[in-house]
């Protein structure tokens, strides 16, 4: 999961990947968060969760301000500026389950259904066509439905 913090004026100021994050700083994370589990903050970075993103990053501020505390880090005018946003390896890992799972009733259905999420959530939309292509299931593609209209 990346998070984004943008400026005012439209430049992305910090790009934080919680891949990079320690288990340290996840365990601070999942304390500042009232304990927490890491696994229900990644659902609420999803979910675009002011408190878990703006704990992201707080937690990295802190390798350079040891001393900033969570409860009065502020991130003003946080629906602008803060972005949760998945990766190529998450968008291949939701498309892999939902490829198990669909593969198993045979049907396309529920790769339809969640695709317009991921891509919502991806940094780069077209990962996830990319990935659908990988998975062997290109037709469900926008590059193959756009051209069929």
Same mark, same amino acid.
């Given at each position: 999961?990346?998070?984004?913090?943008?400026?005012?004026?439209?430049?992305?100021?910090?790009?934080?990947?919680?891949?990079?994050?320690?288990?340290? +700083?996840?365990?601070?994370?999942? +304390?500042?968060?009232?304990?927490?589990?890491?696994?229900?903050? +990644?659902?609420?970075?999803?979910?675009?969760?002011?408190?878990?993103? /703006?704990?992201? $990053?707080?937690?990295?501020?802190?390798?350079? +301000?040891?001393?900033?505390?969570?409860?009065?880090?502020?991130?003003?005018?946080?629906?602008?500026?803060?972005?949760?946003?998945?990766?190529?390896?998450?968008?291949?890992?939701?498309?892999?389950?939902?490829?198990?799972?669909?593969?198993?009733?045979?049907?396309?259905?529920?790769?339809?259904?969640?695709?317009?999420?991921? /891509?919502? $959530?991806?940094?780069?939309?077209?990962?996830?066509?990319?990935?659908?292509?990988?998975?062997?299931?290109?037709?469900?593609?926008? /590059?193959?439905?756009?051209?069929?209209?």
């Amino acid at each position: 999961m990346i998070i984004s913090y943008t400026q005012n004026d439209g430049t992305v100021e910090q790009r934080v990947n919680t891949d990079d994050l320690s288990a340290l +700083e996840a365990a601070a994370i999942e +304390e500042a968060m009232d304990d927490v589990p890491w696994r229900a903050i +990644e659902a609420r970075l999803q979910a675009q969760d002011p408190t878990a993103m /703006r704990a992201v $990053l707080w937690v990295v501020r802190r390798r350079d +301000e040891p001393d900033l505390e969570f409860g009065t880090f502020d991130v003003p005018g946080w629906r602008r500026r803060l972005k949760a946003r998945i990766t190529r390896d998450e968008i291949d890992d939701a498309l892999t389950n939902i490829m198990r799972e669909a593969l198993a009733k045979s049907e396309d259905s529920m790769i339809d259904v969640v695709t317009p999420h991921l /891509r919502k $959530l991806a940094v780069d939309p077209d990962d996830v066509d990319r990935c659908l292509d990988a998975l062997g299931k290109g037709h469900l593609t926008r /590059r193959h439905r756009d051209s069929e209209d």
